[in-house]
T-cell receptor
Framework: GNSVTQMEGPVTLSEEAFLTINCTYT??????LFWYVQYPGEGLQLLLK?????DKGSNKGFEATYRKETTSFHLEKGSVQVSDSAVYFC?????????????FGSGTQLTVLP | KAGVTQTPRYLIKTRGQQVTLSCSPI?????VSWYQQTPGQGLQFLFE???????NKGNFPGRFSGRQFSNSRSEMNVSTLELGDSALYLC?????????????FGPGTRLTVL
């Protein structure tokens, strides 16, 4: 079945540092890939998505590129802010089994210090 | 458009009781999915409803059930509550159910079982 492996957290960075959160997946076919963010006490918000190989999703300075050859969808941001502190989830849907539900990684807690 | 709403936001129950959670999707969205979030298991898919029919089900016991009404609102029910059912229950809606559709999440209902 489908699975998502995310970089272990927590991650602590200083403001304006570069961020990378690694995400790799296992799925047959061509799933859609997503990054969601969860702020304390809230539900999940879609951060960005990519639906086919080599697509780049971007939003609010965050980027991730769908790499079929390495089955990866790493999240990056050039300069993080304190307000980016949250839990980040990588997820996929679809693939060869056409799984309709989202399969999530375990989440990565990011803390940005001023 | 208003986002996904979930009621109640917080619930405290005791073992053996049952509970009903409610979800109102974004206007025009016909697909509603439910997820359970716990620190130990992460985010796990419960079920998906589309046009009042359960289309997909995760690996949860029969104590977990749901339904969808003609206005797309959905409820999930958990009977004979156990301590391990304490979790954040998230509802998500999407427009048609296509694999590439974005799922939008509500703020969740925090259930505590004592």
């Amino acid at each position: 079945g489908n699975s998502v492996t995310q970089m272990e957290g927590p991650v602590t960075l200083s403001e304006e540092a570069f961020l990378t959160i690694n995400c790799t997946y296992t799925a047959t076919g061509y799933p859609s890939l997503f990054w969601y963010v969860q702020y304390p006490g809230e539900g999940l918000q879609l951060l960005l998505k990519a639906t086919k190989a080599d697509d780049k999703g971007s939003n609010k300075g965050f980027e991730a590129t769908y790499r079929k050859e390495t089955t990866s969808f790493h999240l990056e941001k050039g300069s993080v802010q304190v307000s980016d502190s949250a839990v980040y989830f990588c997820a996929l849907r679809g693939g060869g089994g056409s799984a309709r539900q989202l399969t999530f990684g375990s989440g990565t807690q990011l803390t940005v210090l001023p | 458009k208003a986002g996904v709403t979930q009621t109640p936001r917080y619930l405290i129950k005791t073992r053996g009781q049952q509970v009903t959670l409610s979800c109102s999707p974004i206007s025009g969205h016909r697909s509603v999915s439910w997820y359970q979030q716990t620190p130990g298991q992460g985010l796990q898919f419960l079920f998906e409803y589309f046009s009042e029919t359960q289309r997909n089900k995760g690996n949860f016991p029969g104590r977990f059930s749901g339904r969808q009404f003609s206005n797309s609102r959905s409820e999930m029910n958990v009977s004979t509550l156990e301590l391990g059912d304490s979790a954040l229950y998230l509802c998500a809606s999407r427009e048609s159910g296509a694999i590439t559709d974005t799922q939008y999440f509500g703020p969740g209902t925090r259930l505590t079982v004592l």
